[in-house]
């Protein structure tokens, strides 16, 4: 059977989705692979130790009309990812919205759906670029140099320079990549890692600074670019996200060989079911409608 995600459809009464949990890595990578770099962040949570804090749910419904929707928690707290069809996201969702508080990857298509579960704080599309081996072209005119654990204050003095928390604790910045570059004995740029893969051959480069002073020299540039090279001895591919609107950063990242490959939506997602009584009755219903079938079956919008 042919599986087509839809972008938009309008939920019919008649329309029925079945929803069961998803426990096999083969079937659930089987599945993200179709979109690798749009899907790069669930890929790496395929790998064993963070599949153990992750849950997974799949939706099937008309037409083959399907999505997948990730709950995870990782270091820097709960995350909900979803992909595919907007009917079947919404069959997921009504049953299960994930955590009161989660930061949301979702499809520009989605918007609608998602809102009817979440109040989205901050709420932005972003462009994911992607750069692969053939097309990468390194930045080599600014030294740079790989960071480790024992720079973790000076990587929190350079975050916290606009004001924003930042508590990065060395085991994070051992585990991961990051490059910086130092001026005048200090830390005044960097970019590290979300995502590193091996499992899956992909990666996700993140937390690009650099300090208002030294802006216009091209050490973000340097330093993805280092962290990019690094990356892409061991990945297929390296993705990240960027503001459409900051467009002097897509220009940098399409210099280094990144090229847009999707949209997405980001936000901090705040479950409208407070109390989760509401999803919770919802279930009920669901897991006695398709009990013959030994899944939550929904049917259309409200139900």
């Known amino acids: 059977m042919t599986v087509v995600e839809r972008k938009a459809r309008p939920l019919g009464r008649s329309a029925e989705y079945t929803v069961q949990p998803l426990r096999d890595r083969d079937q659930i990578r089987r599945i993200l692979e179709t979109r ?18 992750s849950e997974w749910w799949l939706a099937l419904g008309p037409g083959g009309e399907r999505a ?36 949301l990857t979702c499809e520009v298509h989605h918007l609608e759906t ?4 979440f109040e989205i704080e901050q709420r932005q599309t972003m462009i994911r670029m992607q750069a692969t081996p053939d097309t990468f072209r390194p930045f080599r005119d600014e030294p740079v140099e790989r960071l480790s654990g024992r720079d973790v204050r000076a990587v929190n003095r350079l975050y916290r320079t606009d004001g924003v928390p930042s508590f990065y604790t060395s085991h994070q910045i051992d585990d991961s990549v990051y490059f910086g570059a130092v001026r005048g004995g200090e830390l005044v740029s960097i ?31 340097a330093t993805t670019s280092a962290v990019t090279a690094l990356l892409l001895r061991s990945c297929r591919e390296v993705v990240l996200s960027v503001d459409p609107t900051n467009a002097p950063a897509v220009r940098a990242y399409e210099r280094l060989g990144y090229r847009e490959v999707a949209r997405l939506l980001e ?20 897991r006695m409608r398709g009990r013959t079938a030994h899944a939550e079956v929904v049917r259309g919008p409200g139900d």
Not at 36 to 53: I, M, N, S, T
Not at 192 to 221: F, M, Q, W
Not at 268 to 281: C, E, L
């Open 36 to 53: 690798r770099p749009y899907a790069a962040y669930a890929l790496g949570q395929l790998d064993p130790v963070l599949f153990r804090v």
């Open 68 to 103: 997948i929707v990730l709950h995870s928690h990782g270091g820097l707290g709960n995350a909900t990812f979803a992909m595919g069809g907007a009917g079947a996201l919404d069959a997921v969702l009504r049953l299960h919205p994930g955590p009161r508080h989660a930061f």
């Open 114 to 117: 998602a809102l009817r579960y």
């Open 191 to 221: 970019a590290g890692t979300h995502v590193i893969s091996a499992l899956s051959g992909i990666a996700v480069v993140g937390n690009v600074y650099t300090h208002p002073r030294y802006r216009g020299a091209h050490l973000a540039e």
């Open 267 to 286: 936000g901090a997602a705040v479950r409208r079911d407070a109390t989760g009584v509401v999803s919770a009755a919802r279930r009920l219903f669901a």
